[in-house]
């Protein structure tokens, strides 16, 4: 199969999802994020902000698995405009993939160039399933130099 008709193949930077300048604007009032009082574009600042950003991201919106205990379903969503619904609209956290969807999302509607990616947590351990992927992680490409 020709390597453009592959089913797997990797989304373009270009079609991943984003969302929109109002709904990066609510979310970063959300958490309380105004950002950097002397930013001079510099990379050193670029790192700072998202120091920031995951610092705040993971104050406000918690890693938590309460849809997996007490919901009908016992799953949870990866659609990023119910991610952006739970976390923003209703103050809630999420399960490791949820959080590091909506922010992985978060970070490409910022400009910052993203790649999610799977995991393995050593699930072997006990008897588990080794074969599992067990997280969700996001992958940053920063500027060179730092």
């Known amino acids: 199969m020709e390597p453009s008709k592959s089913p797997n193949r990797a989304l373009s930077l270009a079609t991943r999802p984003t969302y929109t300048h109002d709904q990066i604007q609510k979310y970063l009032r959300s958490i309380n994020f105004i950002g950097l009082r002397s930013d001079t574009g510099s990379s050193t ?4 902000r ?3 950003l995951q610092q705040y991201q993971l104050a406000t919106y918690p890693f938590e698995n309460l849809s997996l205990h007490y919901s009908t379903t016992h799953t949870v969503s ?8 739970k976390c923003v609209n209703k103050g809630r956290g999420g399960y490791c993939m949820e959080n590091n969807a909506f922010f ?3 970070l490409r ?3 910052y160039e993203v790649t999610s ?3 393995r ?4 351990v006990n008897g588990g399933n080794a074969e599992s992927y067990g997280s969700w ?6 500027p060179f130099g730092i």
């Open 117 to 119: 990616v799977g995991a």
């Open 121 to 124: 947590v050593c699930m072997g």
């Open 50 to 52: 998202l120091k920031l």
């Open 78 to 85: 990866l659609d990023i405009d119910v991610l952006y619904d």
């Open 109 to 111: 509607s910022l400009g």
């Open 104 to 106: 992985g999302t978060v």
């Open 137 to 142: 992680y996001v992958v940053l490409k920063m």
């Open 45 to 48: 600042d670029a790192l700072r």
